[in-house]
């Protein structure tokens, strides 16, 4: 076994640590309403949302495609170990920042954009594919306007149908549902989000001359479902608390609402093969949601440092993988 095998084996642990560090940090996306809501108790919650990020997780890989083939060419980059290398952890860094100030930020441009930095620094600008960049930043954008304009829709449909019923019995139903909103959430949190760090290994296995196509092992998709799944079992309970709680109060026909406008868009986009974020598609449903409630209800301050988040992610990964890059390679 040589250097280069160790080598590939760090990427690769970098990789999982990753889907794992995703796995805690967007828990919240699936589980935060039916939480704040009493749905779920919270480790029945956790549960859940790891046992179908599991299964999501195994099930498309068009996703890994995209985003391993979509930025740059793997077989034309001689150090694309390296570049790698610097972009898991760049993505590493800024989604233990992020959680750690329970801000719900992106894993996804995240990792987008330290590898266009890494890419950039490392093999400069004729490396990078930027109509597929464009393509993959153009879905993160358009992806959580679209989940605000459907949680919106959504939600004034529920209100219409059910605007003579009880409140008591309206929420009582709906907190039943939101248990199969949240396990849809969390089954399509698997199918986009997991694919991302399957995407990066089949990336570096195929720089490193050990595979010649973009085609996922089997191995990488059971590895990568299972550290984002041991993730989300352990929970990101500071960004539960900021998206079930601050951004306004959430009652079940809420929560149900926002779960299923969220899910619909991103496995929309698992079949479109397109990387979105699902932190911004779930937390712009309950923004839509909380809209169509009532406008005053949503607590724009927050909702404002969380899209500041969103608009800063992508350059300040992209510097800090460049800036890592310099330094280390």
């Known amino acids: 076994m040589d250097t280069s095998i160790y080598v590939l084996a760090f990427v690769i642990f970098l990789a999982l640590a990753f889907d794992f560090i995703n796995g805690f940090h ?21 549960m859940l949302a790891a046992s179908m990020n599991f299964i999501g997780a ?23 170990i390296d570049i790698v290398t610097a972009t898991l952890i760049a993505a590493i860094i800024w989604n233990l920042v992020t959680w750690w100030l329970g801000i719900p930020s992106s894993s996804s441009h995240a990792l987008i954009g330290a590898l266009a930095g890494a890419v950039y620094v490392g093999a400069g600008t004729e490396h990078i594919k930027w109509s597929g960049f464009i393509e993959i930043v153009e879905g993160l954008i358009f992806s959580p306007l ?13 209100k219409w149908i059910f605007a003579k019923k009880s409140p008591h019995t309206v929420n009582k139903g709906f907190r039943s549902m939101q248990i199969v909103t949240a396990a849809l959430q969390s089954f399509t949190h698997g199918t986009n989000d997991a694919q991302k760090a399957m995407g990066i290994i089949t990336f570096a296995l195929v720089t490193s001359g050990r595979l010649d196509t973009m085609e996922v092992p089997l191995w990488v998709k059971i590895a990568a479902a299972t550290s984002m799944a041991l993730g989300t079992s352990i929970g990101g309970w500071k960004i539960i ?14 929560g149900f609402a926002a779960d299923i406008s969220a899910a619909s868009v991103i496995f929309t986009a698992t079949l479109l093969h397109l990387p979105v974020s699902t932190t ?14 009532r406008f005053s209800a949503v607590k724009w301050g927050v909702a404002g440092r969380i899209v500041v988040t969103w608009f800063i992610t992508i350059p300040i990964s992209a510097l800090l993988s460049g800036v890592i890059f310099k330094l280390f390679f």
């Open 280 to 293: 911004h598609a779930i937390t712009s449903s309950i923004l839509g949601v909380g809209s169509a409630k």
């Open 146 to 158: 679209i989940a605000f304009v459907i949680g919106y829709i959504v939600m004034t449909i529920l």
């Open 241 to 254: 608390k900021t998206m079930g709680t601050k951004i306004f109060k959430i009652e079940p026909i809420n």
């Open 58 to 80: 195994l099930m498309f890989t068009g996703v890994a495609k995209k985003i391993g083939g979509s930025i740059t060419d793997p077989t034309l980059l001689d150090n694309g």
């Open 26 to 46: 967007d828990t919240a996306n699936a589980i935060a309403t039916s939480v704040s809501t009493r749905a779920l108790k919270p480790r029945t919650a956790i």
